[in-house]
């Protein structure tokens, strides 16, 4: 079975330009979680998805992020236009449930680098 | 409100020497805890994991855990360490009746390992 994976592991872009990320969760996962590791501090939730609702974004930073899951399926999150407080490593995780008993599978993160 | 710290960024230990890799947790509700492990280039994989049941976890790879209400600790424990432990550690907590996304990371603490 595959796992979560995420596109691009890595890319660097220009202040002021855009990039899209992209994770395909676990087959058959309603739920979907995207989190942020900047500069190697914690790891802070972004938002969440229950199939295409966005059940949960209250950890989106401001408007220049936007996550979409048409059809519930794959997850993308875009930023326009990128800061450079905006580098660090995006990662992607999926569950079966929600809920706080939930095991998340991550994905390997896709490291964003703002010049 | 809920927050986790990982008492140490940084542990070291000999091969075939015991493992502690401490966490401090506070939540307004009675909370799950989780143990996360992330390998270099690799997702975060969940060890082990609390959710109300027996205060002592047991995980992967001969991790355990044992949660203690009167200290709000988490330590994560293992007799023996191996090479291939050397990873980074995240400690996560997730309060009781809610989804298991909008968790809180400890700041991760890196393990090393000498031969």
């Known amino acids: 079975e595959a796992g979560v994976t995420q596109f691009p592991s890595h890319s660097v872009i220009e202040k002021g330009q855009t990039v899209t990320l992209r994770c395909d969760p676990i087959s058959g996962h309603d739920n979907l979680y995207w989190y942020r590791r900047v500069m190697g501090k914690e790891i802070k939730f972004l938002l969440h998805?229950?199939?295409?609702?966005?059940?949960?974004e209250s950890g989106m930073p401001n408007n220049r992020f936007l996550a979409e899951r048409t059809g519930g399926t794959y997850s993308t999150l875009k930023v326009q236009p990128a800061e450079l407080e905006d580098s660090g490593v995006y990662f992607c995780a999926s569950s079966q449930k929600p809920g706080n008993t939930g095991e998340l599978f991550f994905g390997e993160g896709s490291r964003l680098t703002v010049l | 409100a809920q927050s986790v710290t990982q008492l140490d960024s940084h542990v070291s230990v000999s091969e075939g020497t015991p493992v502690l890799l401490r966490c401090n947790y506070s939540s307004s509700y009675s909370p799950s805890l989780f143990w996360y492990v992330q390998h270099p280039n690799k997702g975060l994989q969940l060890l082990l994991k609390?959710?109300?049941?027996?205060?002592l976890v047991k995980g992967i790879n001969g991790f355990e855990a044992e949660f203690k209400k009167s200290e709000t600790s988490f330590h994560l424990t293992k007799p023996s360490a191996h090479m291939s432990d050397a990873a980074e550690y995240f400690c996560v907590v997730s309060p009781y009746n809610t989804n298991a996304g909008k968790s809180t990371f400890g700041d991760g603490t890196t393990l090393t390992v000498k031969p």
């Open positions: 998805f229950v199939k295409e609702s966005k059940q949960d």
């Open positions: 609390y959710t109300s049941a027996a205060t």
